[in-house]
């Protein structure tokens, strides 16, 4: 099966197409940074007018990558949630518009069941059941996955994500949006052994994760060094470090109690923060200790792309399951909502 999948959640547009048999046959991304970077976040209308501008040309992209023409797909899979919900519709109404003339069947799928699928498009795949940590600008999630929509969630942040602590830090040092990678490049830098700052919540049992008094605690350091309201190159690096250190390591002692706690020895790291180096390399190390192992995307398919989308959808369709003609987004929509697809 041929599926075409559509991201436009956010501040992405990512069209890809996956074959059931073959692997991704072609896949293609155009990110609004540049849009949005003058603002320090995302701007909701100018993410919607842009998806506009850009998803069809990438729909041509990929289809010319693939070799193929429209009518040669089975199906097409769009984001149907959680996210921005001016830019959702963009790609559920273009997706669904395809699919119709096309007279093939669409599905919406869930934007974090596409990031929790996304190492399942590398060479060495985990096996069901594992643990699963998604991080990424809108969620950290600690969730027990027994099978495709079989989520049980077993801890999540009780405020911040922890991409979007990484973003507000990495305004407070001046970075730009998204901070995410800058944090790490700056931190790289930086020395690790200057400031410790608190890793929230782990000093009690439990799952959940808290990343807003860490982001208040960096915003004092930062404005104690301060002078003349500057902070030196110095500075920005050691604090970059010291707050990368610190939610690396609050994410490591959750999900290593995760293991423990389910019995499982396979974890999965997904979404935009799962790119990060620091986090891997700990996370590695943590895993071997439990004689467990860790998995993760290639960096392009850790934050938003349209491959995972067409991944997750082409697993759901083969499963029987479509979406019907009426085009439904939802901008909140909780993963352990989702049906499980039947097990063949
Ligand atoms: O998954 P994603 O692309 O979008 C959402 O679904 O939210 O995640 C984006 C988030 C941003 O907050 C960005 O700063 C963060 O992922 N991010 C990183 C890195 N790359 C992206 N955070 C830390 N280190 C990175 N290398
Ligand atoms: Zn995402």
Same mark, same amino acid.
Not at 118 to 143: C, D, K, N, R
Not at 240 to 252: H, N, Q, R, S, W
């Given at each position: 099966?041929?599926?075409?999948?559509?991201?436009?959640?956010?501040?992405?547009?990512?069209?890809?197409?996956?074959?059931?048999?073959?692997?991704?046959?072609?896949?293609?991304?155009?990110?609004?940074?540049?849009?949005?970077?003058?603002?320090?976040?995302?701007?909701?209308?100018?993410?919607?007018?842009?998806?506009?501008?850009?998803?069809?040309?990438?729909?041509?992209?990929?289809?010319?990558?693939?070799?193929?023409?429209?009518?040669?797909?089975?199906?097409?899979?769009?984001?149907?949630g959680p996210g921005l919900i001016g830019a959702l519709m963009v790609g559920a109404s273009t997706g669904?518009?395809? #699919?119709?003339?096309?007279?093939?069947?669409? +599905? *919406?799928? $869930?934007?974090?069941? /596409?990031?929790?699928? =996304?190492?399942?498009? @590398?060479?060495?795949?985990?096996?069901?059941?594992?643990?699963?940590?998604?991080?990424?600008?809108?969620?950290?999630?600690?969730?027990?996955?027994?099978?495709?929509?079989e989520y049980t969630l077993l801890g999540e942040s009780l405020d911040d994500a922890a991409g979007e #602590?990484?973003?507000?830090?990495?305004?407070? +040092? *001046?970075? $730009?949006?998204?901070? /995410?990678?800058?944090? =790490?490049?700056?931190? @790289?830098?930086?020395?690790?052994?200057?400031f410790r700052f608190p890793r929230p919540m782990t000093d009690r049992p439990g799952l959940d994760f808290?990343?807003?008094?860490?982001?208040?605690?960096?915003?004092?350091?930062?404005?104690?060094?301060?002078?003349?309201?500057?902070?030196?190159?110095?500075?920005?690096?050691? +604090?970059?470090?010291?707050?990368?250190?610190?939610?690396?390591?609050?994410?490591?002692?959750?999900?290593?109690?995760?293991?423990?706690?389910?019995?499982?020895?396979?974890?999965?790291?997904?979404?935009?923060?799962?790119?990060?180096?620091?986090?891997?390399?700990?996370?590695?190390?943590?895993?071997?200790?439990?004689?467990?192992?860790?998995?993760?995307?290639?960096?392009?398919?850790?934050?938003?792309?349209?491959?995972?989308?067409?991944?997750?959808?082409?697993?759901?369709?083969?499963?029987?399951?479509?979406?019907?003609?009426?085009?439904?987004?939802?901008?909140?929509?909780?993963?352990?909502?989702?049906?499980?697809?039947?097990?063949?």
């Amino acid at each position: 099966m041929r599926v075409l999948g559509i991201e436009t959640s956010c501040d992405e547009t990512g069209v890809a197409i996956y074959d059931s048999e073959a692997g991704l046959l072609g896949d293609a991304l155009y990110s609004q940074i540049a849009v949005h970077a003058e603002y320090g976040g995302v701007v909701p209308e100018l993410a919607s007018r842009d998806h506009v501008r850009k998803l069809l040309p990438l729909v041509k992209e990929v289809l010319q990558q693939a070799n193929m023409t429209g009518s040669e797909l089975d199906a097409v899979a769009y984001t149907a949630g959680p996210g921005l919900i001016g830019a959702l519709m963009v790609g559920a109404s273009t997706g669904r518009a395809m #699919a119709l003339a096309w007279d093939i069947p669409a +599905i *919406g799928v $869930h934007h974090m069941e /596409g990031h929790l699928l =996304a190492p399942m498009l @590398e060479e060495h795949p985990p096996a069901f059941p594992f643990v699963a940590l998604l991080v990424s600008g809108g969620h950290t999630q600690l969730v027990q996955v027994d099978g495709i929509g079989e989520y049980t969630l077993l801890g999540e942040s009780l405020d911040d994500a922890a991409g979007e #602590a990484f973003d507000k830090a990495a305004k407070m +040092i *001046g970075l $730009h949006y998204p901070g /995410g990678p800058e944090v =790490a490049r700056l931190a @790289e830098q930086g020395d690790h052994s200057r400031f410790r700052f608190p890793r929230p919540m782990t000093d009690r049992p439990g799952l959940d994760f808290s990343f807003s008094g860490l982001k208040t605690f960096t915003l004092n350091t930062s404005n104690d060094l301060k002078v003349d309201g500057e902070l030196s190159d110095k500075d920005r690096c050691d +604090i970059a470090a010291a707050f990368e250190d610190a939610v690396v390591d609050t994410l490591a002692i959750k999900c290593r109690r995760a293991l423990q706690q389910t019995g499982f020895k396979q974890l999965i790291i997904a979404g935009g923060v799962s790119a990060n180096q620091r986090l891997r390399d700990r996370l590695e190390e943590m895993v071997k200790k439990e004689r467990a192992s860790l998995f993760y995307a290639r960096p392009r398919f850790c934050t938003d792309n349209g491959a995972m989308i067409a991944y997750a959808g082409c697993q759901r369709l083969m499963a029987g399951q479509s979406s019907d003609l009426s085009i439904q987004c939802q901008p909140r929509w909780p993963m352990d909502s989702l049906e499980p697809i039947a097990k063949g």
